[in-house]
Each structure stands twice: as structure tokens, then as C-alpha cells.
């Protein structure tokens, strides 16, 4: 199962860097074999959603707790106070985003001025995504 194909790999390492709370509390499980710095960096739905104890046991037993987005860093130090978090934002200039008055010449261009604009960003890629069966 999932723990044990994670042993082998983990001895192969310096750090273990496990995304979501649940892969953080396998590499935890495995600390006393790997003796491994981890850090386990949270998305949402594992801080939301997972069990309390899961997320009480990964918080307080791993060597750093990142996350791009403050409010779920806050909702883990409401389950674990102390435990080291560290916000590492999303490389996003959010001051840029939050200016509402730069949508100006989208809403004279296409004739919006009294709809509501919903904005998506997305990253522009210069080859097609690959997949698994499609790398070499």
C-alpha cells in the first residue's frame, strides 16, 4: 500500500516534501526508519476536510508547514498554536489583481460596463501539456 511503496524512496533522500496532510502523515509515520526533515505543504481540502487528529499529529510533528494562502496557516494554528507555518505566497502579484479600476479598457472594448467581469488567469504554456505515457 501507500506506506509501504513510500519506505524505499524515502530512505533516497534528504528532505521529504509531502503535499496535502495526509502524504505529510504517511512520511511522519515513517520518521523513526528515514530520519528525514519534512515538510508537508497544505492546499485546503487536508486542512478542511481531513480528520482533526491526522492534522493535529501533522502539525505538530513536522519540521515545517507551508502554505501559499494565510487563512488555511490560520486555520492550523486554531488545531496546533505552536507548530512552525511559514507562508510562502504563490509568485502572484496580488496588489496588480485587487486594482479594479485596470479593467477599464476590458469593459469599453467589449461593451461591459454595466455586467459583472469575472478575470481568469491562466499560465500560457509553450509546448502541450505531457502525461504520463508521453514522456520518454
Known sequence: SFLFNAFRP???????HAHWSFTGFV???LKPFHHR???VTLHGADVRKMPRFINRYVFRNADAVISAHRDLLDLARKMVPDARYHEIRNMIDYDALEKKSSLGHIRKEFGLQKKKLITFVHPVRSKPAQGPSDRA
Request: a negative charge; glycine letters at 0%; charged letters at 10%.
Open 10 to 16: 524515502c530512505m533516497q533522500c534528504d528532505l521529504i
Open 27 to 29: 512520511a511522519l509515520l
Open 37 to 39: 526533515p519534512v515538510v
